[in-house]
Structure formats: C-alpha cells, structure tokens
C-alpha cells in the first residue's frame, strides 16, 4: 500500500465507512437545537477558499449569539473592526462556500454549518447588531446547506476547557515581541503591546 493516499477509495483502505448515525446527523436546516447552540456561542471559526485556491480559516467572535439565526435556513453574522486584511471577506465575493465550526464554552460539542454566504450593508441588518451606537462593517448572510453537531472526542483530548491545562502567557514573548521579532521592527516590544491593547480597547466595536 503506498504511503500517500490521493482519492477517497485509497482512505478507505485505512478508514472504515462511516456510521449510520455519522451520515444521517446531518440536516439540511437549522432544527431548534443548533438554534440553541448557536444563540449561546460567542466564538465561532469560519472557513473560506481563496482564488489561488488555498483554504483559509478565521476566527469569529462576540456576545453569546452574536450571530443570528433569521430562520430555518439563514444566519447573520456581523463582521467587527479588524485588520482590514479583509481575507474572508474578499474571500466570498470570489467563492460564496463558507463553513463554520460554532463553540460553546464548557461544552465538549460543536456545531457544524456549512453554506453559502453573502455580503451586505442594507439598513435593517446594520441596525440590528448595533452596540453601543456602532454598526458593523457590513453583515453576512450565511444559507445552510448542512448542519450537524460535531462529535466531543477532538475537544474532549485537548482538555481545551480544563483551566488546569491554561498554559501561562509568559511561556511564549508577548504579541508585540512576536511582532518586532517577525516583522523585523526597529520599535520596542513594549510600544508595540501598548498600541495593541489600546486598539483593542478602543476598536472592539
């Protein structure tokens, strides 16, 4: 047997087929528990495909249902101040396939959606997610085409919500320093972190 496998029929000399109940988990719509799980999550990570034609991935984040759940088939997710690399974003407007991989703290599952997505600034979407007089930068539209709740065991070996297992921030340099060190800046680590967490608190909204 060759050591890389290329096509699905070469997995599945490694792999078994899958479960009934793996296979039949998936919905095509919103059913009222990922409506639950959904509306208590505050983090999410979305997938997109860039046009050279690799994938990339993002993290999402906000109060507890920050995304919205318009009905059996749509989500609306607004999109927050960031880096303006706009990757996602310009990421959709070539290629519309999303797919996010929702988290709820405490909760050894997940919730998979997978979709397609659309981009707008109409009005009536801007006003609704509003905090503290702030709009969004713009709102996405996401149409389900698959949902289904994800499987603990990934969550359940990472221990990821087992505060024992927090690794202390000062195993690693802090952002700043990671910054100057990768970016080769002539500032000081310290001006660095304190602009960060300034533009943190100033732009989170």
């Excluded at 990934?154 to 802090?174: C, I």
């Excluded at 952002?175 to 943190?200: H, N, T, Y």
Aim: proline share 7%; glycine share 6%; with cysteine.
């Amino acid at each position: 047997m060759s050591e890389t496998m290329q096509d699905e029929a070469a997995l599945r000399t490694v792999y078994r087929e899958p479960s009934d109940g793996a296979v039949n988990k998936q919905l095509s719509y919103l059913d009222p528990h990922s409506k639950t799980f959904i509306s208590l999550s505050p983090f999410l990570c979305i997938g997109t495909s860039r046009p050279d034609g690799l994938a990339d991935v993002s993290p999402r984040g906000g109060e507890a249902g920050f995304v919205h759940v318009l009905d059996d088939t749509h989500l609306a997710m607004p999109d927050r101040p960031g880096n303006n690399r706009l990757d996602t974003l310009t990421n959709v407007t070539h290629a519309a396939a999303v797919g996010l991989l929702f988290f709820l703290p405490g909760f050894e599952e997940m919730v998979r959606v997978n979709g397609v997505a659309t981009l707008s600034t109409a009005p009536d979407l801007m006003n609704r997610f509003t905090v503290d007089g702030k709009p969004p930068r713009s709102v996405m539209i996401i149409e389900t085409k698959e949902v289904y709740f994800h499987c603990t065991k990934a969550l359940r070996r990472s221990e990821l919500w087992n505060s024992q297992k927090q690794v202390p921030r000062e195993t690693m340099p802090s952002f700043g320093q990671i910054m100057r060190d990768q970016m080769k800046l002539p500032v000081p680590a310290e001006v660095i972190d304190m602009a960060l967490d300034k533009d943190a608190k100033d732009n989170l909204y």
